[in-house]
Structure formats: C-alpha cells, structure tokens
C-alpha cells in the first residue's frame, strides 16, 4: 500500500505524470463538510510531514494524514 506522501512525490517527479492534474482532497475544519480539495498547480512543496498550498493568504502546510482522497484527473487513487 502506497502511502498518501509517497504517491504525490511520484507524481510530482515522474515525469509520465502531469502533477497539475492531480486533486488532493484533505480534512480541512471550518470549511463546508470540514473537507478542502487543492490541485497540483497549488501545490508548492512537499514535505517529509505535509504538504504546502498556495491561497490568496500565503501557503499553508497541511499534514499528509488529514488527505482523505487523492485524484488523478477524474480517477481515485488513492482514498482513505
């Protein structure tokens, strides 16, 4: 079983893989259904621990074990 980490830095390195086309789908309180999804072109950095995502604020680091799903285009994954 692949982890959520270790799937997005395949994508992210692999260069059989567009990672703009990945949506990573995470635990996110205080927004609608406590759930946020990001793609890949919002992505800035990924850590050993999480992830950063770019938004109107500045980045924010999101933990690797708040991600729910992990879509590739239109197909799931990944999912918890």
């Given at each position: 079983?692949?982890?959520?980490?270790?799937?997005?830095?395949?994508?992210f390195?692999?260069?059989?893989?567009?990672f703009?086309?990945?949506?990573?789908?995470?635990?996110?309180?205080?927004?609608?259904?406590?759930?946020?999804?990001?793609?890949?072109?919002?992505?800035?950095?990924?850590?050993?621990?999480?992830?950063?995502?770019?938004?109107?604020?500045?980045?924010?680091?999101?933990?690797?074990h708040?991600?729910?799903?992990?879509?590739y285009?239109?197909?799931?994954?990944?999912?918890?």
């Open positions: 079983m692949r982890t959520s980490h270790l799937l997005l830095l395949k994508y390195h692999d260069p059989r893989y567009v703009d086309v990945v949506r990573v789908c995470y635990i996110d309180r205080g927004a609608p259904g406590d759930c946020s999804c990001v793609t890949g072109d919002q992505i800035v950095h990924l850590d050993a621990y999480y992830f950063e995502r770019e938004s109107r604020f500045g980045t924010t680091p999101i933990p690797y708040r991600i729910t799903k992990i879509l285009g239109d197909e799931t994954v990944w999912s918890r």
